[in-house]
């Protein structure tokens, strides 16, 4: 009884990254394929997933397809309207459009930014000053284990809305400066040790 529980765990975890690679794969082949894009957008498309899977891993392989394709048409120099790749997906535009600007600033901050680097860009995004950004960024330090693995723009908001001592106003800005929620922004607070 214990290898089967032992075998669904390496099933569900280790082959977890492969897996979802070509579930993201077999959606990028059938958009690329209806919307009749070139070739060298889907090497591009690729490599995009592999470079940024951390930023794109936690949306469904049709969002993420539709925007990494989107992106990779815009990178390669053939642009498409968005609509052409939503005809193509059951994908939300909602969502694809958050995912393509997640993928926009990860390839703006250049391969993988660090988490000081998140609290940057939203802290220049409201205007916090610069001890605030201090403050964050010593408050994620101190929570690196218990944020390991988490949206790394909810977890910047999180620290900044703590170090600038909980202000609502605040709370809905940094939310819409991180492409969030503000229950989620709470959420990754209630985490954090202050």
């Known amino acids: 009884m214990q290898w089967r529980r032992l075998a669904k765990f390496h099933r569900e975890t280790l082959h977890g990254y492969e897996r979802r690679l070509a579930a993201i794969g077999g959606e990028l082949k059938r958009i690329r394929e209806c919307v009749g894009l070139p070739q060298h957008v889907?090497?591009?498309?690729?490599?995009?997933?592999?470079?940024?899977?951390?930023?794109?891993?936690?949306?469904?392989?049709?969002?993420?397809?539709?925007?990494?394709?989107?992106?990779?048409?815009?990178?390669?120099?053939?642009?498409?309207?968005?609509?052409?790749?939503?005809?193509?997906?059951?994908?939300?535009?909602?969502?694809?459009?958050?995912?393509?600007?997640?993928?926009?600033?990860?390839?703006?901050?250049?391969?993988?930014?660090?988490?000081?680097?998140?609290?940057?860009?939203?802290?220049?995004r409201v205007g916090l000053p610069a001890a605030v950004v201090k403050a964050a960024v010593e408050l994620l330090e101190r929570n690196r284990r218990v944020l390991a693995g988490k949206n790394p723009w909810v977890s910047a908001a999180a620290a900044l809305w703590l170090a600038s001592f909980k202000k609502l106003g605040l709370l809905k800005a940094l939310a819409e400066a991180a492409g969030t929620t503000t229950v989620s922004i709470r959420n990754a607070a209630n985490r954090m040790r202050v």
């Open 42 to 124: 889907m090497e591009e498309a690729e490599s995009l997933v592999k470079r940024y899977f951390e930023v794109v891993a936690g949306f469904p392989p049709e969002v993420v397809a539709v925007a990494v394709l989107w992106t990779a048409a815009k990178v390669a120099g053939v642009p498409r309207p968005l609509e052409d790749f939503l005809k193509c997906s059951r994908a939300d535009e909602r969502r694809v459009r958050r995912v393509a600007w997640r993928l926009k600033e990860a390839v703006k901050l250049g391969g993988k930014p660090s988490i000081e680097d998140y609290v940057k860009t939203l802290a220049a």
